[in-house]
Nanobody, 125 residues
């Protein structure tokens, strides 16, 4: 399976961005999709996750109400719509995939065996 992120860039505080993650090499859409991020000098942290039907999702407290995760299983794409961006949202954003059943406890990087290369998001103040 391969994951390819896109949509990152340099924006100002308060702006919006939409990240996309194209999943290829997997026969079915029965997977949990997630986004993580990593700021310079910090550990990779959970941002959001979505069940394979899109009916359940989970967000980190720091992004709840500002970010929305969604997916299009016909295209095998997982999205992250980011609004009201803040400088502390700056980092490399990674898409991740887990073939297990969805659970709100799937928030650790080790829970996700498949990863993309990441896309840089920089929010200037």
């Amino acid at each position: 399976v391969q994951l390819a992120e896109s949509g990152g860039g340099l924006v100002q505080t308060g702006d919006s961005l939409r990240l996309s993650c194209v999943v290829s090499g997997r026969a079915s859409s029965n997977y949990v999709g997630a986004w993580f991020r990593q700021a310079p000098g910090k550990e990779r942290e959970f941002v959001a996750a979505i069940s394979w039907k899109g009916s359940r999702s989970n967000y980190a407290d720091s992004v709840a109400g500002r970010f929305t995760i969604s997916r299009d299983n016909t295209k095998n794409i997982v999205y992250l719509q980011m609004s009201s961006l803040k400088p502390e949202d700056t980092g490399i954003y990674y898409c991740a995939l887990n073939g297990r059943l969805y659970g709100d406890d799937l928030v650790r990087p080790v829970d996700f065996p498949s990863w993309g290369q990441g896309t840089q998001v920089t929010v200037s103040s």
